[in-house]
């Protein structure tokens, strides 16, 4: 543990359970290489914004970010929108 976070807790980002469909729109975002990934807009403040980005490790193209900010809880269902987006477009 760093000093940065000594007697101090970390953000929260909440938590969401997936439906059945969610996770498999998930699963088929990882095989096809869709990162859609949180990542914060401000230090220490409980925002986030979405990167949406396609290829394999260290080749990855960002493709888009999300215009809006999220905060705890919403974040997750965002993101599972976002792959369930990706996963009914491009399944076939």
């Given at each position: 543990m760093?000093a940065?976070f000594?007697?101090?807790s970390?953000?929260?980002?909440?938590s969401?359970?997936?439906?059945p469909?969610?996770l498999k729109?998930?699963d088929?975002c990882?095989?096809?290489?869709v990162?859609?990934?949180p990542?914060?807009t401000?230090?220490?403040?409980?925002?986030?914004?979405?990167?949406i980005?396609?290829g394999?490790?260290?080749?990855?193209k960002?493709?888009g970010?999300?215009?809006?900010?999220?905060?705890?809880?919403?974040?997750?269902?965002?993101?599972?929108s976002?792959?369930k987006?990706y996963?009914d477009k491009?399944?076939?």
């Amino acid at each position: 543990m760093t000093a940065a976070f000594h007697g101090k807790s970390k953000n929260s980002m909440g938590s969401y359970n997936q439906t059945p469909e969610e996770l498999k729109a998930r699963d088929w975002c990882m095989d096809n290489n869709v990162c859609i990934t949180p990542r914060q807009t401000h230090w220490g403040i409980k925002s986030w914004a979405i990167d949406i980005e396609t290829g394999r490790h260290p080749n990855r193209k960002l493709i888009g970010t999300s215009p809006s900010e999220f905060g705890p809880n919403s974040i997750w269902r965002q993101i599972a929108s976002y792959q369930k987006y990706y996963y009914d477009k491009y399944k076939d």
